[in-house]
């Protein structure tokens, strides 16, 4: 009971309260988001894991993974699917965290900030990016999907509905706007929070080259996901 991290408004903090203490207190949602006194590794590097994590969900449900998945199906190792997507899943989790921590420890250098401080306060700023790439790579699942939901509702009282052929509900040129562009949103709101950190925990931390680690990173990751979004879809058709 000494933090409202996860906090679901039960209500318990109330009735637990040593001090008698009622009084509810609504606070922006943002503020504590800059304002962090506990902040925890394992929740910061969770955050850059979301990253990992939604680039692999991205990519193994693309044409390029079929094939590559069968080009190394040949192989003794990797031939388990188990251990295939588990090694691609590390490697690009491993891949996410690993630059997160190497820009937390160029900006330690420029800044002279301790550097499992830079790691626990910066890690949350990376959020928004994963939200929305998650958000765009949905997008493609309910454009190009949603001609299966007929059939599906149908089945499930015993009737059967030829499924639709045809091209997605938008065209391919607007799809791919929107879900550039929810990621551009992404990027704007991580570049947004890096700064809010920056002007709330760290005086030393001004725009300008202090910054330039975490805007690289940024923007990597940016480039990557939008690379992957970019690929074709693999039918489910």
């Known amino acids: 009971m000494d933090t409202n991290r996860y906090c679901s408004m ?5 009735k637990a309260c040593p001090h008698g203490s009622l009084r509810l207190e609504i606070r922006n949602p943002i503020k504590e988001f800059v304002t962090q006194k506990k902040e925890m590794p394992e929740n910061a590097l969770i955050a850059v894991a979301a990253l990992g994590v939604v680039a692999f969900q991205a990519f193994v449900m693309t044409g390029p993974w079929a094939a590559l998945r ?5 192989s ?11 090694g691609l899943l590390i490697g690009f989790v491993g891949l996410a965290v690993g630059l997160f921590l190497a820009a937390s420890r160029v900006f330690s250098r420029l800044t002279g900030a ?46 059967s509905v030829q499924v639709p052929q045809g091209s997605d509900m938008l065209g391919l040129m607007v799809w791919r706007f929107l879900q550039f562009g929810l990621l551009a949103a992404g990027v704007a709101l991580s570049v947004w929070a890096l700064r809010r950190l920056c002007a709330a925990t760290l005086t030393a931390c001004a725009p300008g080259r202090r910054a330039l680690p975490f805007a690289l ?3 990597l990751y940016a480039v990557a996901l939008a690379l992957i979004l970019s690929l074709p879809m693999a039918s489910r058709l």
């Open 76 to 86: 003794a190792i990797l031939s388990n699917d188990v251990v295939f997507y588990g």
């Open 114 to 159: 301790e550097y499992g401080t830079q790691v626990r306060r910066f890690g949350f700023a990376f959020l928004p990016l994963a939200l929305f790439a998650h958000i765009g790579h949905n997008l493609g699942h309910l454009l190009g999907g949603y001609r299966l939901v007929p059939a599906a509702v149908a089945a499930s009282f015993g009737a």
């Open 217 to 219: 990173l940024t923007a």
């Open 10 to 14: 039960c209500g318990n903090c109330l």
């Open 70 to 74: 069968d080009a190394v199906a040949a």
